[in-house]
Nanobody
Framework: QVQLVESGGGLVQAGGSLRLSCAAS????????MGWFRQAPGKEREFVAV????????LYADSVKGRFTISRDNAKNTAYLQMNSLKPEDTAVYYCAAHRARAVVPNVDPRLGREYDYWGQGTQVTVSS
C-alpha cells in the first residue's frame, strides 16, 4: 500500500508560480510512474503530467506544456510539479497519482486515471486574475 500526500497548493495571482509536492510512503517509489491530474469545479478530472520510472521521460498535457515541469526525487520519495506562468484556468484541485510498473518498458496510457493504483487527497490551487 502506498500513501500519497500532496502539499504546496494555495492562492496566487495570474503569472505567478507554485510548486506542488507529492510525498509517497513505501520503499518502492522508484518503480512507480508519478502523475498529476486536476479537477476544476463542474469539470471532469484531467491529466496534467507524468514522469515515468527510470529514464523513460515525461509527458505533459498541451494546456500546460512549456509552463509546468514535473520531476521526482527518488531519495526523498517525492514528486514535484513546478507551475509557472499560472493562468486563472489552472484553478483546480490537483491530485498526484502513482502507477506501479508492471513491465520494464511503460505500456499504458498515462493520461488515463484508471491506470493509476494510488491517489492523494488533492491540494487546491487558485489563480486569481
Amino acid at each position: 500500500q502506498v500513501q500519497l500526500v500532496e502539499s504546496g497548493g494555495g492562492l496566487v495571482q495570474a503569472g505567478g508560480s507554485l510548486r506542488l509536492s507529492c510525498a509517497a510512503s513505501g520503499r518502492t517509489f522508484r518503480t512507480y510512474a508519478m502523475g498529476w491530474f486536476r479537477q476544476a469545479p463542474g469539470k471532469e478530472r484531467e491529466f496534467v503530467a507524468v514522469i515515468w520510472w527510470s529514464a523513460f521521460g515525461t509527458l505533459y498535457a498541451d494546456s500546460v506544456k512549456g509552463r509546468f515541469t514535473i520531476s521526482r526525487d527518488n531519495a526523498k520519495n517525492t514528486a514535484y510539479l513546478q507551475m509557472n506562468s499560472l493562468k486563472p484556468e489552472d484553478t483546480a484541485v490537483y491530485y498526484c497519482a502513482a502507477h506501479r510498473a508492471r513491465a520494464v518498458v511503460p505500456n499504458v496510457d498515462p493520461r488515463l486515471g484508471r491506470e493509476y493504483d494510488y491517489w492523494g487527497q488533492g491540494t487546491q490551487v487558485t489563480v486569481s486574475s
